[in-house]
């Protein structure tokens, strides 16, 4: 009883909840910003100082497990349904569907039927009665579950930062019910692929650029009212490493060009074997000593890439650096999409705003833990997805972490002591005001009034 009423004043006191989700409607709104392709030890070799302003003064996750594809595409969606590729279905930048006999890339990506596999946060927002707002995210101008957004963009890689990032604070301003916004724009990937990541001077103007709409964007929020009132997430979808003529798979090499039929080619190439399955793999699987050959069915777990009638009957996985080609010359000099241990796939997040510590850093955790947070943020309920919200609610100043177990941990030793010391002040004063006229009787030595003082 004691104890319980300590704690209860405890977290009182501190202004501390448990997890549960935040009231919808009291909710502040949340901007999600991704800069495609922000590798997460760019933090460490450039100078970003817009960036290191707004994690200062909230929360930075230095590395995210992404998921694999390490793709655009996939990961984006990973991002918002907090789903591996394998279930949401957005599983590489080129697919195929072998029952529907559909084709997907980044340039055809409208068809709903690619999407319509997972539901997307900005769908559950507008099904809670709230809005959403979009420029350029991945899906946002997809008719998803038939659900079209009213604030949103077709796609044009022309449209710039500042006026993604105009409309969105406009439609958010003028319309409170706007609970959720995504902003994606395409740097510093395009850079990446064109220079590569280790060509430090291009990556440092490209970087440079990042940073200055960083700034961009908390100056504009400032003057629009939203800065410290909403939720800001920046993060990305993967990272990027340098590719190299001298690390070049020719399929050519190996295997006849009319036994197969490519989907996706590099670093992950998606195979049809138009002879029989176990010649083609043969021949693929010796093929080179950095390139790993799976069977759909043998794709390690880990990577969750094979329960889906999307993946093709076989999986060839570049190692770290090395491009598959079919025949002929490197065709970019970096690239992404490789297996999603590598330190070198993975983007960085940063937060900021009223639901966040303040200076607050994490190692890191899975990318797919980010939807489980944001639909806490905006106070919806998840839908079914492979992310925890436990991993990740020590970003938020109102979730107990080590610092509250700690403070319960000493409390609880003190109430301990001072308990303990309590009962036994009380026993030795009992023992002190029983025992003094029985030692005045002992001194007589009377047997028969032995019992006399525990007849009282
Ligand atoms: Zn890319």
Redesign the pocket.
């Known amino acids: 009883m004691q104890i319980s009423v300590y704690l209860y004043a405890l977290i009182a006191c501190s202004g501390l909840t448990l997890s549960a989700l935040e009231n919808g409607s009291d909710a502040p709104a949340l901007l999600l910003v991704s800069f495609?392709?922000f590798r997460a030890d760019y933090l460490n070799k450039y100078s970003l100082p817009n960036l290191e302003k707004f994690f200062s003064d909230g929360v930075l996750v230095r590395e995210l497990t992404n998921v694999f594809t390490t793709?655009?595409f996939p990961n984006h969606y990973s991002l918002v349904t907090g789903l591996y590729a394998e279930s949401h279905g957005m599983l590489a930048s080129i697919m195929y569907d072998p029952v529907s006999k559909k084709h997907f890339s980044i340039q055809n990506d409208s068809d709903p039927f690619w999407w319509d596999e997972a539901i997307p946060i900005w769908v559950s927002v507008e099904e809670n009665g709230y809005r959403a707002a979009a420029a350029m995210w991945p899906g946002t101008d997809v008719n998803i579950h038939n659900h079209t957004l009213k604030y949103t963009f077709k796609y044009n890689s022309k449209v710039s930062f500042q006026a993604r990032l105009r409309n969105l604070t406009q439609w958010m301003t003028e319309d409170k019910s706007v609970k959720f916004a995504a902003l994606y724009w395409e740097e510093p990937?395009w850079s990446?692929?064109r220079y590569g990541p280790d060509n430090t001077t291009e990556m440092g103007n490209a970087l440079k650029e990042v940073d200055s709409h960083i700034g961009f964007l908390m100056d504009h929020l400032n003057k629009t009212g939203l800065w410290g009132k909403i939720n800001v997430i920046i993060t990305s979808d993967?990272g990027?490493t340098q590719c190299s003529p001298e690390r070049l798979i020719e399929l050519d090499k190996c295997i006849s060009a009319g036994s197969y039929t490519v989907v996706d080619l590099t670093p992950v190439a998606a195979i049809i074997p138009l002879e029989d399955n176990s010649t083609v793999y043969k021949n693929l699987s010796t093929c080179h000593e950095h390139m790993k050959v799976y069977l759909k069915n043998d794709v390690p777990d880990r990577l969750h890439y094979k329960n889906n009638e999307r993946i093709q009957p076989i999986i060839l996985v570049a190692d770290e650096g090395w491009t598959i080609v079919k025949h002929g010359n490197l065709p970019r000099l970096g690239?992404?999409g490789y297996d999603n241990m590598l330190p070198s796939m993975h983007p960085f997040l940063a937060a900021h705003g009223p639901a966040f510590r303040k200076g607050y850093k994490m190692s890191s955790f899975n990318s797919v833990d980010l939807y489980p947070l944001m639909c806490h943020l905006v106070g919806i309920s998840p839908k079914a997805n492979n992310g925890s919200f436990a991993r990740v609610r020590c970003a938020l100043v109102n979730e107990q972490c080590g610092e509250l177990a700690l403070a319960v941990g000493i409390v609880i030793g003190v109430l301990i002591i001072l308990t303990t010391f309590t009962c036994l002040f009380k026993l030795m004063k009992n023992r002190d005001a029983s025992s003094s006229r029985p030692f005045a009787r002992l001194e007589l030595d009377d047997d028969d009034a032995d019992d006399e003082p525990l007849l009282e």
């Open positions: 495609d392709g793709k655009t990937d990446g692929h993967h990027m690239d992404h």
